[in-house]
């Protein structure tokens, strides 16, 4: 009778371990698929802006030292995301962070010269390539959002009782959540509603 017991126990323990096991399995391959889902985003982020750059570059030639830190900070958002084969490290979540921070900050400062060039803001095409850029952003954000939640979900199933124990079996390790690095990006927007005109 204490043996059948016995046996139930190590069987109830398989079936419980196998469970918890492979939850954390499925769990580390949703966080992978987010953050790839992140790099699809970011990959057309990156394939958009040499058109910008091009299509913008005859108007804008002495605006130069603008299209090179642009082109500078796509190259160096390109270089920080290569090569992720796994789930991304602490460091390689931080690097590409800051580099595509980096990349927004020069995209805003284009966008703000080509305000000042009426005509080139009216082509269709500049219009075009801000609206996808835009559009992209906006995508890019909702990816962010999904791996920082699909981590969360990850992290807390390693770190909660009883998952711990199986989490080294399963060589779980916890994800590093995408944070805003840039300090431009935490700034509050200042919006002014009041019904006074300047003078």
Known sequence: ??????????????????????????????????????????KRRHDLIPNLVETVKGAM?????????????????????RGTTDLPSAQQVQATAA???????????LFA???AYPDLKATGN???????LTSTENKIAFARQLYNDQATVYNTR????????VAGFAKSTPAELWEISD?????????DLSLNAKK
């Open 113 to 115: 010269v080509v305000e």
């Open 61 to 81: 030639n002495f605006e130069k030292e603008t299209l090179e830190s642009v082109i500078a900070a796509r190259n160096q958002a390109i270089a920080a995301t």
């Open 183 to 191: 300090a431009a990006e935490r700034e509050i927007v200042k919006v």
């Open 1 to 42: 009778m204490i043996g059948i017991v016995l046996l139930v126990v190590i069987v109830a323990f398989g079936f419980w371990f196998v469970g918890v096991y492979n939850s954390l399995i499925s769990l580390r391959n949703q966080v992978f698929n987010a953050w790839k889902q992140i790099d699809v985003q970011l």
């Open 126 to 132: 500049v219009a075009q390539l801000q609206e996808e």
């Open 158 to 165: 390693q770190q909660q009782f009883p998952g711990s124990l």
């Open 99 to 109: 580099a595509e921070g980096q990349l927004s900050s020069s995209l805003s400062k």
